[in-house]
């Protein structure tokens, strides 16, 4: 069995060059993400917000990834433009299952976001 910190180490270098659908493919179908601002219930879904965010993504500098048995925790600084200028420091316990991630939590300081998100927490 692959290593789940490989698959979400393939899943960010997808993301950081924009790669959506390779991206996807290491999404459960049936992914839940739970943000700060907004949850997802599906892979679709997330997908569709991903892509906004990276509208506006400067830099996607992975720091770490971690992980033990069907979890990873990943480390990111995330640079990003206006409407939502700002540098945040990013943290995402991700939890695999058959191979794909299936459920995501994110932390982060979302001071930087409340404007794409119309002040919403």
Sequence with gaps: MEETGDI???FYDAVAKRDLSTAR???SDDLL???LF???RSADEYMVAL???LSVTVRLDVKKIIAQGNDAAIFFELQTRAPAEG????AEW???????????ESAFD???YEAMFGGKQ
């Design 33 to 35: 993400f739970i943000g």
């Design 94 to 104: 991700h939890q695999f299952k058959n191979g794909k991630i299936a459920r995501v």
């Design 38 to 40: 907004e949850t997802y």
């Design 8 to 10: 979400l180490k393939r």
């Design 51 to 53: 892509s906004g965010l």
């Design 110 to 112: 979302g001071r930087p």
């Design 25 to 27: 493919s290491y999404l």
């Design 87 to 90: 540098t945040v420091l990013v």
